[in-house]
């Protein structure tokens, strides 16, 4: 463990993102100086006050402005996506360029200028899910070659890491589930399923759903585990299953009003994913359903924080409530 210590410096890569940013405004929040990496738009640090470097995590000459003199680095990275378009949908050789090259850029200067700590974010997804009738938990394995793209990639980020703590870094792993909360900007995919849901009545799959966290959860834990967390340890942050019919009643009680159109045979979505591909090409449109998509909404149902919140003080709130406040911020911010 790091003796807590709030004069510490934090290094956020992938400050304007999602989780990014969230980071940010619990970092300060806790009294730490902060200091971002910011690839594209930096709208969701505006009036934050905190040190912004514009920069891309595989030139070494912008990881350096950024790390030199850092104490603590947090990779919240996200992979760059035309409007759209879903990591899960993308070839390993276009995902590597972030969660393999600039990983690896990432670990080496984080070694180079000896940080007390690199918190390195990833994914539920490049964990075996199988079985799914056990419970999973941080002695999951990685997903194997059999593994889709998106899956094996976010894995083999998450190895190279481990290989780095065999050089001293001290590392810690956090595996996340999906996202919802405050402060999309962008916004995430999640978040329009929020708005797109708000604004009208749409189908939904008849079967299949998610592991949903509010994305201020999982802020939390990660600044936490800065003294908190335990050297070269790797933690959970998921919230807990709903199915996609459970996630659209909760946001009916959240709206108040019907938001679900009919539900749909994941049998029938799977016979005309042909079809919808081919609708894609047309139109230029990303495709409504891809087989990966289908897939994720798959995974095991049984997945345990429960380290995270004894070690962490992780307490993952009802996600009615980070569906209300979601949708707030949305109305807000007129993006409904």
């Known amino acids: 463990m790091i003796s807590p210590n709030k004069n510490l410096t934090v290094a956020v890569i992938g400050s ?9 405004r619990k970092l300060l929040a806790s009294g730490y100086k902060v200091k971002g990496l910011v690839f594209s738009d930096p709208k969701a640090l505006e009036g934050l006050g905190m040190e912004q470097i514009v920069g891309d995590i595989n030139n070494p000459e912008d990881l350096s402005s950024l790390i030199t003199d850092a104490d603590i680095v947090i990779n919240c990275v996200s992979d760059v996506l035309k409007p759209g378009q879903m990591a899960i949908d993308t070839s390993y050789a276009d ?6 090259d600039g990983v690896t850029n990432i670990v080496n200067s984080c070694i180079q200028f000896k940080v007390k700590r690199l918190i390195h974010c990833s994914t539920i997804q490049a964990l075996q899910q199988h079985p799914k009738d056990v419970k999973l938990n941080e002695n999951r394995s990685y ?10 990639c976010k894995a083999d980020g998450d190895k190279i890491v481990i290989a780095a703590r065999e050089r001293g870094l001290d590392a810690i792993i956090m595996i996340i589930g999906g996202m919802l909360g405050p402060n999309d900007f962008k916004p995430t995919v999640s978040g329009q399923f929020i708005i797109d849901y708000s604004r009208e009545k749409k189908p939904v799959p008849n ?9 201020r959860d999982v802020a939390e834990a990660i600044v936490n585990s800065i003294d908190k967390g335990g050297k070269n340890e790797t933690y959970i942050l998921n ?6 019919i459970e996630l659209c009643t909760i946001m009916e009680e959240v709206l108040g009003k019907p938001v679900v159109k009919s539900k749909i045979s994941v049998g029938f979505i799977k016979a005309i994913l ?4 081919f609708i894609s090409k047309v139109s230029g449109k990303p495709p409504l359903y891809t087989k990966a998509r289908l897939e994720s909404l798959f995974i095991n149902e049984q997945i345990s924080h429960e380290k ?8 993952p709130r009802p996600i009615k409530t980070t569906l209300t406040h979601a949708y707030k911020w949305f109305e807000a911010k007129g993006m409904l």
Do not use: H
């Not at 995902?95 to 393999?100: G, Y």
């Not at 997903?143 to 094996?152: A, F, L, W």
């Not at 919230?239 to 996609?244: E, N, P, R, T």
């Not at 995270?308 to 307490?315: I, N, S």
């Open 16 to 24: 304007e993102g999602f989780l990014g940013n969230n980071v940010c």
């Open 239 to 244: 919230g807990k299953f709903y199915s996609m």
């Open 207 to 215: 079967k299949g759903g998610y592991d949903w966290v509010d994305v």
């Open 143 to 152: 997903v194997d070659k059999s593994g889709y793209d998106y899956d094996r």
């Open 308 to 315: 995270a919140q004894k070690e962490l003080d992780y307490q």
């Open 95 to 100: 995902l590597a360029k972030t969660n393999i």
């Open 274 to 277: 042909p079809l919808l591909s």
